[in-house]
């Protein structure tokens, strides 16, 4: 899918292949072989460059040519409550234009819009950028609130039911974690590149950076930093989680084993009795015609000293 569109001054206005102008900005997701040959076409960017971020294990990183510039980063992506992951996301500042490339469709786009013109310039190619930038590392923090939430419900309901489908949910959660967390130390290592590249004689024609965009940039950096270190402490939280429950559940397992074992010892002794005086053979009592109830209060007496007895020793 191809979305062209650029917003300068407030004026906001769709475009096509056909009517393409200078500032504009090429939307790119999951594109087709013919789409990206005309984008190539028309913008004379390289071909690699536009199918870099194609490649789901793409690395985050910065490339230089002389006429354009790439960066990848990765982006969050919500599946559903409890599975997370990143995506590579392909940022293209050519001389005239700036072009993303995504394999799916995702909300850091979504914030730039006809209903959110005023908040971005796309003739400003390096300030609408760093822009992405911060919008991909909000959303970073947007999720991991969300997952710090959701993980304060698991709890709740460990608390109460111990069943396997809340500890399959933590480990879903710690997988997506640990896939923020790889992609927002790589995405640093790009912003710090970008933040070095003010001074950087050989692409000042393709990345200008006035104080507003030095600014935005380390905004981004903080931004980035806060959420490597909440995706640090909610690792660390969801692995203490699923350590004290696994320990939580064989303390259970451990007891239920005793109350069985209890119940065993117990019930063994009516059942010895009640065996030996079921012999064909001479018994006490076995003339008497109180012998059965005898017999039966001696088995529960002695089964109810073993109850009491097993009950003191808290194995009850």
Known sequence: MIKICKNDAGNYQELSLDNLVKGSWIQLVNPTSWELNAIAEATEVPMDFLKAALDEEERSRIELEDHCMLVITNIPLMIDETNYDTLPLGMIISEGHIITVCLEDNPVFSEFNAGTYRNFNTAKRTRFLFQILYKSASYYLKYLRQIN???????????????????????????????????????????????????????????????????????????????????????????????????IISNNQNMVIKLLTSITITMAVPTMLASFWGMNVPVPFGNNPYGFGLVTVIAFSIAGISALTLWKKKMF
């Open 149 to 247: 939430k959701y993980t304060d419900r698991i709890e709740m309901d460990l608390r109460t039911s111990m069943k396997n489908q809340e500890i399959f949910q933590l480990m879903d959660l710690q997988k997506g974690l640990t896939y923020f967390t790889v992609s927002l130390r790589s995405n640093g290592v790009v912003m710090d590149r970008l933040m070095r590249l003010r001074s950087n004689s050989q692409s000042q024609h393709l990345i200008k950076m006035y104080e507003e965009d030095e600014d935005l940039l380390e905004d981004v950096i903080i931004e980035n930093n806060q959420a490597i270190q909440m995706v640090e402490m909610y690792s660390h939280i969801i692995v203490g989680f699923s350590d004290a429950f696994a320990s």
